[in-house]
T-cell receptor, first 111, second 111 residues
Framework: DAGVTQSPTHLIKTRGQQVTLRCSPKSGHDTVSWYQQALGQGPQFIFQYYEEEERQRGNFPDRFSGHQFPNYSSELNVNALLLGDSALYLC??????????FGDGTRLSIL | GEDVEQSLFLSVREGDSSVINCTYTDSSSTYLYWYKQEPGAGLQLLTY?????DMKQDQRLTVLLNKKDKHLSLRIADTQTGDSAIYFC???????????FGTGTRLQVFP
């Protein structure tokens, strides 16, 4: 039974570029949440998707957008990348309001 | 994290018990979680407790919740070197489904 999988594991971009990160939820889960974890800090909530719609959003600018597909997988898109977007991006899946299970993350570095 | 506080560092001898503490400020917290993060990895769900419970035990892990003082603790019995990691407490508030994390406690276990 596969857990939450994220791709790619590492990514290097330059300022101003755009990036797409991908997440496949744990089998049986229908809800996907995305978090940003800066170095030395706890994860910060970006947004959550359920039934292919954004259900909740944290305090992140519109440059951060997402999508959920009919098979419950999800993408996180970030436009006009800034140096401060360098972080570990974590995807978590859950079933309804149950506990969130995390993937290993995508490490994004902005040069 | 926003209003979830943890001490930064804890060092214990192998075989001793570890107690990691967390305080939160929002009385509407419904669920409280403990996650473990090893270097270069995502977050592993360890255990969680509903806000109307005082204690939960799961093998070597014991969670204590003092709702009056808004204090949560995680006790690890017979701590092993493999327990060395960063431990995050996190809360779910009210009707939201987003996790609010502390800054994490780095647990170091020495022989």
């Amino acid at each position: 039974d596969a857990g939450v999988t994220q791709s790619p594991t590492h990514l290097i971009k330059t300022r101003g570029q755009q990036v797409t990160l991908r997440c496949s939820p744990k089998s049986g889960h229908d809800t996907v949440s995305w978090y940003q974890q800066a170095l030395g800090q706890g994860p910060q909530f970006i947004f959550q998707y359920y039934e292919e719609e954004e259900r909740q959003r944290g305090n992140f600018p519109d440059r951060f957008s997402g999508h959920q597909f009919p098979n419950y997988s999800s993408e996180l898109n970030v436009n006009a990348l800034l140096l401060g977007d360098s972080a570990l991006y974590l995807c978590a899946s859950s079933l309804g309001g149950g506990p969130q299970h995390f993937g290993d993350g995508t490490r994004l570095s902005i040069l | 994290g926003e209003d979830v506080e943890q001490s930064l560092f804890l060092s214990v001898r192998e075989g001793d018990s570890s107690v990691i503490n967390c305080t939160y400020t929002d009385s509407s917290s419904t669920y409280l979680y403990w996650y473990k993060q090893e270097p270069g990895a995502g977050l592993q769900l360890l255990t969680y407790i509903f806000s109307n419970m005082d204690m939960k035990q799961d093998q070597r892990l014991t969670v204590l919740l003092n709702k009056k003082d808004k204090h949560l603790s995680l006790r690890i019995a017979d701590t092993q070197t493999g327990d060395s990691a960063i431990y995050f407490c996190a809360e779910i508030r009210g009707n939201t489904d987003k996790l609010i994390f502390g800054t994490g406690t780095r647990l170091q276990v020495f022989p």
